[in-house]
């Protein structure tokens, strides 16, 4: 057990700078542990932040993840045989073979017999054989470094051999040292090696792959590079710098190499390796077509089928993406990542019970994963069920003190269960930890939430009294030391002097307490009942009582006369609660009750029903942004993601889009109207995804859908707008957007005060 707890120790050591993940599996078999290598997976699932959320994915590491390194594993086969057949690499032009003496031969034939495991014949994959054919031998527990490199040297199986026996050991005792952790051994026996040939391939492949271990990756790449140089036709010297290169940033150079990888060699490692390079670089499409390449080779592995699941999922085909993380999980049930990725997709579908059930299997495999709790975590918090949340976000950060994903989320569900002195608290530790976090934004409208908490709400409008540039930069996420925040004069401390709210299920008021049972009737009317939308009972609660607070402004405006604050009716009176210091018209001045105010009720609630929301007046933001047309954005398509919840609305658009175009031209992206060509009609009638409409038109542009006025009848005002970008790498955005531009806003204004 000691031996196998170093070489786990050793290779979780190495993947923190980025390792090969079949070094550490080769080292388990060379220690006899070849049955847990095949277990042993390490995958990169987890999410980086939103998206978006949408989702946070932790991508793989890059470097390395061939199939043997730094040596490569001989030719799939059922015992070890020594024989030239399985040589890899270069030979001598007279090496033919080797004959071994009967010492040798009884050597292997008591390697070949101790290595062979009926429980385990089915499995013969390259990954869980080692670096060295006879390396899950049990007996090599007790060979001396020496006599395995010596023994492996004899029998011909040394990757990137010579045919030399003397230089293949030193090439496997290098190797060896390699593989086993002891970097700086292993470099110095290759640059020895390297002093009496500079030509020598495995030479420096070996030390390539030592550096790349260590973390210095530059170093990697250029003994990678002078291992193409001494012989371009080894497919693992370009496997292995396009791994680096993909490692320091340079992804477009590592295609390249795995290309030339895959022409050389194209086995399931070239193609998983390049799929991972494009799904890093957002390219889902060529990376799952990389990744079906590589399981039509071998679709026995986990991990691919996760990447699978993976880059279906980021297409927007949930459906798909589900089928390929169930065969990762029976392919190993014991990967957490793909469980969780599983609950994940069931999640952006919509389907909270499957998605609960299996993120428990993934938290089940292993308490202390952080990722599964802060997945978890959203999918309660987006079913509105924050105690829920805040359990799980509060599990997630005692297991990881840095993560920030569950600290923020942490602070965000006690911001929204009204206790604002330990989101305050939460926020600003937060701070400490990242003084340019964004959770700056919320923890100065958790502060000054808290001074409103015993106001009523009608008395004061955070539109009014929050600086105009402090809601812009929050809206658009600028960061904190923003120009646009100069002037900022952050929120006074919050006072101790207010309570925070009790977190009670009954209030023991009767009347309030009927008012939210009440709200049960209309909350669930804002519920979208298709793909992707998860039920959230908290703002199913918070629009039940918005409903019921507008209805009894509403009736009280309409028994007064619309001019009277209170009326008489019979013995019952009804009170128009309306106070113009709340009002986000006319900045607080003296006005009668309007549509403006009746919407005020319905916003105020929202600004407090989701304290990750942004919820302010477009008119009442700063006034370049206001000129410029500040406005809502709506994804059907966005990059090469069909979004799950608007995309159904796709053909729809389209077809609209095309109307409008033949009726009345498009504006490109500088508001220019363009009419299309004649010739190009029957092209665009034809057009039915986003690249057939942009091979007609040719540029980004826009059209507005008319909107007949009810205030001006005969008037057509410009109504919302459907927008077509290109986005790299291969994608789109058609997106729905409504600007409110100042002239627009003037119109609105018009039809609301009308109706």
């Not at 090969?20 to 006899?32: A, F």
């Not at 939430?449 to 409008?461: A, E, W």
């Not at 009176?573 to 403006?596: P, T």
């Not at 992206?669 to 009609?681: S, T």
Request: proline share 5%.
């Amino acid at each position: 057990m000691g031996k196998r707890k170093e070489a786990e120790n050793a290779w979780k050591a190495a993947l923190m700078i980025g390792g090969d993940l079949d070094v550490y599996m080769n080292v388990l078999s060379h220690l006899g542990f070849a049955s847990h290598a095949k277990h042993v997976e390490f995958n990169g699932s987890e999410p980086i932040q939103s998206q978006t959320p949408r989702k946070q994915e932790k991508m793989a590491s890059y470097y390395p993840h061939s199939s043997s390194s730094p040596a490569k594993s001989p030719p799939k086969q059922d015992t070890v045989q020594a024989s030239a057949k399985h040589v890899h690499g270069h030979k001598s032009d007279n090496h033919s073979g080797i004959s071994l003496g009967k010492k040798e031969k009884k050597a292997v034939q008591e390697v070949e017999k101790e290595t062979y495991d009926p429980d385990h014949e089915h499995d013969k994959s390259a990954s869980n054989r080692g670096v060295l054919t006879i390396s899950a031998s049990k007996s090599s527990e007790t060979k001396d470094p020496a006599q395995v490199a010596a023994l492996a040297a004899a029998q011909n199986l040394i990757a990137h051999g010579i045919g030399n026996i003397s230089v293949d050991q030193k090439i496997a005792l290098g190797y060896l040292q390699v593989n086993t952790g002891n970097y700086k051994a292993g470099i110095e026996i290759f640059d020895g090696m390297l002093r009496e040939d500079d030509k020598l391939v495995a030479a420096y492949l070996g030390r390539g792959t030592a550096y790349a271990l260590q973390g210095n990756l530059a170093a990697a790449a250029k003994d990678f590079s002078r291992a193409v140089d001494a012989d371009p036709n080894v497919a693992d010297a370009w496997k292995r710098r396009g791994q680096t290169r993909a490692a320091l940033g340079f992804d477009q150079e590592a295609i390249k190499d795995l290309t030339k990888a895959a022409s050389l060699s194209p086995d399931h490692e070239c193609f998983h390796q390049r799929g991972i390079v494009y799904h890093k670089m957002m390219d889902f499409r060529k990376a799952l077509t990389d990744f079906r390449k590589a399981l039509n080779i071998d679709g026995s592995s986990p991990i691919t089928w996760n990447f699978v699941g993976l880059c279906e999922n980021s297409l927007g085909r949930t459906r798909e993406a589900i089928i390929a993380y169930e065969r990762a999980t029976q392919l190993d049930p014991n990967m957490k990542e793909a469980w969780a990725n599983l609950g994940q997709a069931y999640r952006d579908a919509g389907d909270r019970q499957n998605a609960e059930k299996y993120f428990a299997m993934a938290e089940k495999l292993d308490p202390n994963y952080v990722h599964c709790y802060h997945l978890r975590g959203l999918l309660f918090y987006g079913c509105g069920e924050i105690r829920l949340a805040l359990h799980d976000f509060s599990r997630g950060h005692e297991c990881d003190r840095n993560d920030k994903n569950c600290f923020l989320m942490k602070a965000v569900c006690k911001h929204s269960l009204g206790d604002m002195s330990g989101a305050i608290s939460e926020y600003t530790l937060l701070l400490k930890m990242d003084p340019g976090h964004l959770c700056y934004y919320q923890r100065e409208l958790a502060i000054y939430l808290q001074k409103h908490l015993d106001v009523n709400l009608i008395s004061f409008n955070a539109d009014v009294e929050l600086d105009a540039y402090f809601k812009e930069s929050y809206c658009k996420r600028d960061p904190t030391n923003h120009p646009r925040l100069g002037n900022y004069i952050p929120q006074k401390p919050a006072t101790s002097k207010i309570p925070d709210v009790k977190m009670v299920d009954k209030t023991g008021v009767k009347e309030v307490d009927e008012l939210v049972e009440l709200s049960r009737r209309f909350g669930p009317l804002i519920q979208l009942r298709s793909a992707g939308f998860l039920s959230n009972l908290r703002q199913h609660r918070m629009c039940g009582l918005a409903i019921l607070h507008m209805a009894q402004q509403a009736k009280a405006w309409w028994q007064s006369g619309s001019t009277a604050e209170t009326v008489a009716n019979g013995s019952r009176r009804y009170d128009l609660y309306f106070d113009v210091k709340g009002s986000s018209k006319d900045c607080g001045k003296k006005h009668a009750f309007g549509w403006r105010d009746f919407m005020d009720i319905s916003v105020k609630w929202r600004q407090i029903s989701e304290p990750n929301d942004p919820v302010f007046w477009i008119d009442l933001m700063a006034p370049e942004v206001f000129a410029e047309g500040f406005g809502l954005q709506t994804p059907m398509v966005t990059g090469q993601m069909n979004v799950v919840r608007y995309y159904p609305y796709f053909e729809r658009a389209r077809d609209v889009v095309k109307k409008l175009i033949e009726e009345s031209g498009a504006c490109n992206v500088h508001d220019q109207r363009f009419m299309l060509p004649p010739n190009k009609i029957d092209q665009l009638r034809e057009a039915k995804t986003c690249q057939d409409l942009w091979e007609v038109m040719q540029q980004g542009f826009y059209v507005e859908t008319p909107c007949h006025s009810v205030a001006r009848p005969g008037e057509i005002m410009a109504g919302t707008r459907i927008t077509l970008l290109q986005k790299p790498p291969d994608g789109f955005d058609f997106t729905i957007r409504t600007p409110g531009t100042p002239p627009r806003w003037v119109e609105m204004d018009k039809e609301m005060a009308h109706a």
